[in-house]
């Protein structure tokens, strides 16, 4: 089995959306929490994976002791802690010194996805991941790891910010991660005493790069030295201070999301398809008006090969050598021309693909009967291939 590949019957995930920045120190994390804990109270059942290895900060944030590790339930699953009917699971509880700060990127994602799917979550609505800050490696592999609903770009409103928000954006649209929208946080400040919210950087900024990328502005929370106290003792601002504009701003900001369309319309992933005894078989989405056209709803094979059918009523044939032949992985093309090193002719014309899986919302892995396992199939490309592999065989 391919190491990306979900193993078969693995559990349907909840409902994840992940909130991330582009640089450090926006407030990702202050506004997750808070985010949760909205959410929460709208008596959503709310998980937070927290993985910002280089910061893990949210359990601070809720008052959640992070030295003492998990406990673990009797079928060797992790159980989270819970603060404010939030369930958490961080990169903090890992380790009590500063090891995952250096952790690199697949061992990142081998612990997500250990802390996604080997947490006792239960039953949840949402799960929120926050991710590290920035736009590397790290974070395009988490985007791709996991089926992710949405992802939420939190930015402050200096150029310098938004302009690496821009590059958030652009980077989770890579791999189908459908973007909720841009939070401003730290816009303008609130006085202490009288409440007032007065800007005292440019503001509207956030709003300005939502508009240019084409994405939702989900909100604006004012700088407010009470949000500090509240992380640092534990007790997220939509608890202690109720009333102020900034609790007000996540409440905001948490309905919107709470209301922001999930993956409907698509085939539930992540899946893992055995052909030749049919586990796994992903069962047809019912596609929804106005969802995304390249959302896959349903997947088939029959003695002819695979058929792929599509939200937008799109339905293509694809014989297996067809799709051995088109495969873009390193050691089927040159990873610098592009140009195919694999010999069409080395390919049986018998060739049966064998297993089929979900990678992310955005591509398909297969592996065939040559023992080939290492393509990714993204989404784009499958529909651009239509009939254009045949041709040159
Ligand atoms: N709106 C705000 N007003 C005032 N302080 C804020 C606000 N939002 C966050 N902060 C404070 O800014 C600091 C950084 O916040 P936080 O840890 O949430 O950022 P982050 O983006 O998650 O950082 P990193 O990813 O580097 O860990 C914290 O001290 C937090 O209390």
Same mark, same amino acid.
């Given at each position: 089995? %391919?190491?990306?590949?979900?193993?078969?019957?693995?559990?349907?995930?909840?409902?994840?959306?992940?909130?991330?920045?582009?640089?450090?120190?926006?407030?990702?994390?202050?506004?997750?929490?808070?985010?949760?804990?909205?959410?929460?109270?709208?008596?959503?059942?709310?998980?937070?994976?927290?993985?910002?290895?280089?910061?893990?900060?949210?359990?601070?944030?809720?008052?959640?002791?992070?030295?003492?590790?998990?406990?673990?339930?009797?079928?060797?699953?992790?159980?989270?802690?819970?603060?404010?009917?939030?369930?958490?699971?961080?990169?903090?509880?890992?380790?009590?010194?500063?090891?995952?700060?250096?952790?690199? !990127?697949?061992?990142?994602?081998?612990?997500?996805?250990?802390?996604?799917?080997?947490?006792?979550?239960?039953?949840?609505?949402?799960?929120?991941?926050?991710?590290?800050?920035?736009?590397?490696?790290?974070?395009?592999?988490?985007?791709?790891?996991?089926?992710?609903?949405?992802?939420?770009?939190?930015?402050?409103?200096?150029?310098?910010?938004?302009?690496?928000?821009?590059?958030?954006?652009?980077?989770?649209?890579?791999?189908?991660?459908?973007?909720?929208?841009?939070?401003?946080?730290?816009?303008?400040?609130?006085?202490?005493?009288?409440?007032?919210?007065?800007?005292?950087?440019?503001?509207?900024?956030?709003?300005?790069?939502?508009?240019?990328?084409?994405?939702?502005?989900?909100?604006?929370?004012?700088?407010?030295?009470?949000?500090?106290?509240?992380?640092?003792?534990?007790?997220?601002?939509?608890?202690?201070?109720?009333?102020?504009?900034?609790?007000?701003?996540?409440?905001?900001?948490?309905?919107?999301?709470?209301?922001?369309?999930?993956?409907?319309?698509?085939?539930?992933?992540?899946?893992?398809?055995?052909?030749?005894?049919? %586990?796994?078989?992903?069962?047809?989405?019912?596609?929804?008006?106005?969802?995304?056209?390249?959302?896959?709803?349903?997947?088939?094979?029959?003695?002819?090969?695979?058929?792929?059918?599509?939200?937008?009523?799109?339905?293509?044939?694809?014989?297996?050598?067809?799709?051995?032949?088109?495969?873009?992985?390193?050691?089927?093309?040159?990873?610098?021309?592009?140009?195919?090193?694999?010999?069409?002719?080395?390919?049986?014309?018998?060739?049966?693909?064998?297993?089929?899986?979900?990678?992310?919302?955005?591509?398909? !892995?297969?592996?065939?009967?040559?023992?080939?396992?290492?393509?990714?199939?993204?989404?784009?490309?499958?529909?651009?291939?239509?009939?254009?592999?045949?041709?040159?065989?």
């Amino acid at each position: 089995m %391919s190491e990306r590949e979900p193993s078969a019957g693995s559990a349907r995930l909840p409902r994840m959306i992940a909130v991330s920045s582009g640089k450090g120190g926006v407030g990702k994390s202050t506004v997750t929490v808070n985010l949760a804990v909205a959410l929460a109270r709208t008596g959503q059942r709310i998980g937070i994976v927290d993985a910002d290895i280089y910061g893990p900060s949210v359990p601070g944030m809720l008052g959640i002791a992070a030295d003492t590790p998990p406990a673990m339930s009797p079928d060797r699953k992790v159980i989270p802690s819970e603060a404010f009917d939030v369930k958490v699971i961080s990169m903090a509880m890992l380790s009590d010194d500063d090891a995952p700060a250096i952790l690199r !990127g697949p061992m990142v994602t081998k612990y997500l996805q250990m802390f996604v799917r080997q947490v006792d979550w239960g039953e949840l609505d949402l799960l929120l991941l926050d991710l590290p800050p920035g736009t590397g490696d790290i974070q395009l592999t988490l985007a791709q790891a996991f089926p992710l609903a949405g992802a939420v770009v939190v930015t402050t409103p200096q150029d310098v910010s938004l302009k690496i928000a821009r590059r958030g954006v652009r980077m989770m649209e890579q791999v189908n991660v459908p973007i909720l929208g841009v939070v401003e946080n730290m816009s303008g400040f609130t006085c202490p005493s009288c409440g007032t919210v007065t800007n005292i950087f440019h503001q509207g900024g956030g709003e300005a790069a939502a508009e240019q990328l084409d994405v939702d502005f989900l909100g604006r929370v004012p700088l407010d030295p009470a949000i500090v106290d509240a992380g640092d003792d534990g007790r997220p601002l939509v608890v202690s201070q109720p009333e102020s504009p900034a609790a007000s701003a996540y409440r905001s900001i948490a309905d919107a999301l709470g209301a922001a369309p999930s993956l409907e319309g698509g085939i539930v992933t992540p899946f893992a398809w055995t052909l030749s005894d049919g %586990s796994g078989k992903p069962a047809p989405a019912t596609p929804i008006s106005g969802g995304a056209p390249d959302r896959l709803v349903r997947l088939d094979h029959d003695q002819a090969g695979l058929i792929l059918h599509w939200a937008d009523g799109q339905e293509q044939r694809f014989v297996p050598r067809d799709l051995r032949i088109a495969c873009q992985c390193a050691k089927c093309r040159d990873e610098i021309t592009g140009n195919r090193v694999l010999a069409p002719d080395s390919v049986s014309r018998g060739i049966a693909i064998t297993r089929i899986w979900s990678v992310g919302n955005y591509a398909l !892995g297969m592996a065939f009967s040559d023992g080939h396992d290492t393509g990714i199939y993204t989404f784009e490309q499958l529909r651009g291939l239509r009939g254009a592999t045949l041709e040159d065989v």
